[in-house]
């Protein structure tokens, strides 16, 4: 049974880079049918898609973000890793690492989420 | 990028009765990238129906999606207890995904 599981810490300074890490577990992160996804939630935006990234490192990037974000994958680890520059309190969120399935073009599998604030 | 728009915010039921969601977007959505999602406190949200349509493996048939264009609905046929969540709706364009605010269906 596939299973993502989200790393990093919980408190970033404003103006510093969030960084945050999935570790894929029980399959391999090196399939051509899926692609690997941050997704992050408040209760003031909802749900907002950061960018996805396969295997291959081939990537897209949400627009009202990209300037900000890099995302990256470690085929040896079967991890994806998310970087976010310069955040401010409004990157303050949950953060989910999500698997995207082209066959069926969903996110169909989630991991438990890691809980980001941004504060001095 | 496609805005989605869910309604209503919330929705109170009473368990045994028929939820129906509704998902407008703000400019056409292919019905194959149009997927809904069930989410429950402290939990990450879950695939309920893919493809405005398909229920995803494992849920139950008292789930069912319909729509097209802009207009896209998902129902419950009969609530039950563990039915009572927030539903997402979300969408893909242009290698874009956004999602819809969410509609809490809640016990009356």
């Known amino acids: 049974q596939l299973q993502l599981l989200e790393s990093g810490p919980g408190l970033v300074k404003p103006s510093e880079t969030l960084s945050l890490t999935c570790t894929v577990s029980?399959?391999?992160?090196?399939?051509?049918?899926?692609?690997w996804g941050w997704i992050r939630q408040t209760p003031g935006t909802g749900l907002e898609w950061i960018g996805s990234?396969?295997?291959?490192?081939?990537?897209y990037y949400n627009p009202s973000l990209q300037s900000r974000v890099a995302m990256s994958v470690d085929t040896s680890k079967n991890q994806f890793s998310l970087k976010l520059d310069s955040v401010t309190a409004a990157d303050t969120a949950m953060y989910y690492c999500?698997?995207?399935?082209?066959?069926?073009?969903?996110?169909?599998?989630w991991g438990q989420g890691t809980m980001v604030t941004v504060s001095s | 990028e496609i805005v989605l728009t869910q309604s209503p915010g919330t929705l109170s039921l009473s368990p045994g009765e028929r939820a129906t969601l509704s998902c407008r977007a703000s400019?056409?959505?292919?019905?194959?990238?149009l997927n809904w999602y069930q989410q429950k406190p402290g939990q990450a949200p879950r695939l309920l129906i893919y493809?405005?349509?398909r229920r995803a493996t494992g849920i139950p048939d008292r789930f069912s999606g319909s729509g097209s264009g802009t207009d896209f609905t998902l129902t419950i046929s009969r609530l039950e207890p563990e039915d009572f969540a927030v539903y997402y709706c979300?969408?893909?364009?242009?290698?874009?995904?956004?999602f819809g605010p969410g509609t809490k269906v809640d016990i009356k």
């Open positions: 493809a405005a349509s």
């Open positions: 979300q969408q893909y364009t242009n290698f874009i995904f956004t």
């Open positions: 029980g399959g391999s992160i090196s399939s051509s049918y899926f692609y």
């Open positions: 400019q056409s959505v292919s019905s194959s990238y």
């Open positions: 999500a698997k995207y399935n082209w066959n069926d073009d969903t996110f169909d599998m």
């Open positions: 990234i396969n295997y291959s490192g081939a990537i």
